[in-house]
């Protein structure tokens, strides 16, 4: 099982970037996918989180209204959207996976630990 999250990079305030995870080893269409970041010194935060149908979607306050998560199965490929990108938006950003069932979007994004499996992280870095 892998996952490699992609498509970080440095963009001034008012940017966009799309964020990539590719998976293999496994299918995606099995699994809810996440978007989590990170700064250092501070707990991991949901960004936004889908579910495997792809049919539910949560999104962190900070980021409705800018971000899009979504999936292309036939890819094995989750994607990140962000747009208007914000300085405070700088950070890791990890993707990961979940098979549980019964568990929506809005309560994994909220509790990154019940999540399967991570991809290592790619860095948004915004300039103000």
């Known amino acids: 099982v892998q996952l490699q999250a992609s498509g970080g990079g440095l963009v001034q305030a008012g940017g966009s970037l799309r964020l990539s995870c590719a998976a293999s080893g496994f299918t995606l269409e099995d699994y809810a996918i996440g978007w989590f970041r990170q700064i250092p010194g501070k707990e991991r935060e949901g960004v936004s989180c889908i579910s495997s149908s792809g049919g539910s979607t949560y999104y962190a306050d900070s980021v409705k209204g800018r971000f899009t998560i979504s999936r292309d199965n036939a890819k094995n490929t989750a994607y990140l959207q962000m747009n208007s990108l914000k300085p405070e938006g700088t950070a890791v950003y990890y993707c990961?996976?979940?098979?549980?069932?019964?568990?929506?979007?809005?309560?994994?994004?909220?509790?990154?630990?019940?999540?399967?499996?991570w991809g290592k992280g790619t860095q948004v870095t915004v300039s103000s």
């Open positions: 990961a996976v979940d098979s549980s069932m019964g568990v929506g979007p809005r309560a994994r994004c909220r509790n990154y630990y019940v999540m399967d499996y």
